[in-house]
């Protein structure tokens, strides 16, 4: 038996996984995760709150973090290979669960106006990126992609430079990891270069977008929709004011969400540290995508401007779509 794992308390469907294989179990707000916490611990499982680094880690038993999300910004990599600490996120566990949340925001736009003949422009087309791209074609819109990774690796999808894309775009919509060269990827020239009227659609992460330099050019924007933010939990209130449409990081919240990224947690705990009977875990369930038509984005941003301070509990309490 091993001797501990610790695990934020909001990922969900993993309580009493793995009680029969460790002593000891602790479950904790992911912010209030410390090295006290984590030193007798072989695993984690997290979410972004907690900021796996040499602070938190040096000196510790883990072998293992698994986070239970796509972004692994919160996880220093380098200095965990270096220290003998696998680290694994779940790529594409929620993809799905947030190109539906960007045609919902698109849905709302469209009753300002038509959205017949536009064209919707892709930064990023991953997991998440091409779902929103090859849903946009289905959808009607003339569509732009735009990865210069994925293209300095070989596609076969047709990509565009990012100027390209940015002038002829009438929605742009991100989609790209945040890692240290993207750290205000959108920032005064990005919007500068945006065709004039254009919706901005940012569900990724909150440091890809250089906050001040999109107030600065906001009236240029038809359409702003924001769900992840600078300084979270403490968010721009200038900006919140500024969106057409705000809410508290839970573009994808949904059930299938979940479960995919605790099910991949799961199993790269179990395949570290050899625990045979976890390494082929699944959740049963019969959830499937929901009707975007049907999810109510609105009635998100309306809970998140009654009340901002509530933005982290917002999220833990949040009634997964699904």
């Known amino acids: 038996m ?18 029969p294989y460790f ?14 916490m984590v030193a007798d611990a072989e695993a984690l499982i997290i979410r972004t709150r907690t900021k796996c680094n040499a602070a938190l880690l040096e000196g510790s038993a883990v072998k293992v973090i698994a986070t239970a999300t796509i972004g692994y910004d919160h996880i220093d990599r380098e200095w965990c290979e270096a220290n003998g600490i696998a680290a ?19 849905n709302v736009f469209g009753r300002k106006r038509s959205m017949e003949g536009l064209t919707l422009g892709v930064i990023g087309v991953g997991q998440v990126g091409h779902r929103v791209a090859d849903m946009g074609r289905l959808r009607g819109f003339k569509v732009l992609e735009n990865d210069p990774p994925l293209q300095a ?17 009438d929605i742009v919509t991100i989609h790209i990891p945040l890692w240290p060269e993207n750290r205000d990827f959108a920032d005064a020239a990005f919007f500068e270069k945006m065709k004039p009227g254009a919706i901005f659609i940012n569900a990724s992460r909150g440091g890809i977008v250089d906050e001040a330099a999109l107030l600065a050019r906001r009236d240029k924007l038809s359409g702003l929709a924001i769900d992840v933010w600078q300084g979270e939990p403490n968010i721009n209130l200038d900006l919140l004011a500024a969106a057409d449409i705000a809410t508290p990081h839970i573009a994808g919240y ?9 099910v991949a947690s799961v199993r790269n705990v179990a395949r570290v540290l050899d625990i045979e009977p976890l390494k ?32 982290e509990s917002l999220r833990t309490e949040y009634r997964l779509r699904g």
């Open 23 to 36: 002593r000891q179990v602790e479950y904790a707000p992911g912010a209030s995760i410390d090295g006290a």
């Open 88 to 106: 694994f996120n779940a790529p594409g566990c929620n993809a799905d669960g947030v190109m539906e949340y960007v045609f919902a925001a698109l």
């Open 280 to 311: 082929d875990f699944s959740i049963e369930h019969n959830y499937k995508s929901y009707d975007i038509d049907a999810y109510d984005i609105m009635a998100d941003d309306a809970a998140l401007r009654l009340d901002p301070a509530r933005f």
């Open 153 to 169: 690796a070989g596609t076969d999808r047709d990509l565009v430079d990012l100027d390209t894309l940015l002038a002829q775009s």
């Open 2 to 19: 091993r001797n501990k794992i610790v695990i934020d308390a909001a990922v969900p469907y993993v309580k009493g996984v793995f009680e």
């Open 254 to 262: 949904t059930i299938v969400g979940k479960i995919n990224g605790t």
